[in-house]
């Protein structure tokens, strides 16, 4: 009985010995080495990427935020049918509008080389007019919910792409389907299967069967024709 308590004191302090080992050589590590490395490398990297991704999340909401000159009719303040529609979903936009517009300077007036300070002040007069139209609208579709709209004028590119390769894309897609169960019943038919027929046998000895299978025919083409077996009865002696 003794000797039992004592192995299990000495178990008790080696486990408790090894414990305290493994917990300095812990703390040892960690004064030695950074264990945040990874996390802050990652963070660094997650904000660099970010911040590209910002400045176009940024651009493509002012572009988003803009009415453009074909949202009106050519070289009028007057509002067509995509102009008002888009102010209607800047409008709608929850869980509230941005308040700050843009608006894309008039492009579509014709230009005089002999005259080029009239274009200048058409366009500063006609950007001026739809300025007002555009707040006019806004004004009377948030009647119940007064906001109050700033428009910005600037000159930015036409946002868009060609539609061909979607078209191609669309048109190749849709092409591409086939049915799978008229591949497998023309696999069927098309694939003949060939028997040959058995030898002859011997009489009161061995039989020499010699029968040979025709192959089955590829998917679409006709089946080998199989070979007629012959065969030739053996007689004991």
Not at 187 to 194: I, L, S
Not at 220 to 225: E, I, L, P, R, S
């Amino acid at each position: 009985m003794v000797k039992v308590v004592r192995v299990l004191s000495i178990g008790v302090g080696m486990f408790g010995l090894s414990l305290s080992t493994g917990c300095q050589v812990c703390d040892r590590y960690h004064e030695a080495v950074d264990p945040c490395a990874m996390e802050r490398y990652n963070s660094t990297a997650r904000a660099n990427t970010m911040s590209l991704y910002a400045a176009q999340v940024h651009n493509g909401h002012i572009l988003d935020q803009t009415i453009f000159n074909y949202n009106f009719e050519a070289e009028t303040d007057k509002l067509n049918v995509s102009g008002l529609d888009k102010l209607d979903q800047l409008v709608r936009r929850r869980p509230a509008p941005d308040s700050r517009l843009f608006l894309a300077t008039a492009t579509d007036i014709p230009y005089n080389a002999e005259n080029p300070t009239a274009f200048s002040e058409k366009q500063r007069d006609l950007d001026a007019k739809r300025i007002a139209a555009i707040k006019k609208y806004l004004a009377s579709r948030t009647a119940g919910r007064p906001t109050s709209f700033e428009v910005y004028i600037h000159d930015p590119s036409d946002p868009s792409i060609s539609a061909i390769s979607a078209r191609n894309a669309t048109t190749a897609q849709l092409s591409n389907y086939s049915g799978g169960g008229g591949a497998a019943g023309g696999a069927a038919g098309g694939g003949a299967t060939g028997g040959g027929g058995g030898g002859g046998g011997a009489t009161g000895g061995n039989t020499n069967n010699n029968t040979n299978t025709g192959n089955t025919g590829n998917t679409g083409n006709a089946g080998n024709t199989g070979g007629t077996g012959t065969g030739t009865g053996v007689t004991p002696r």
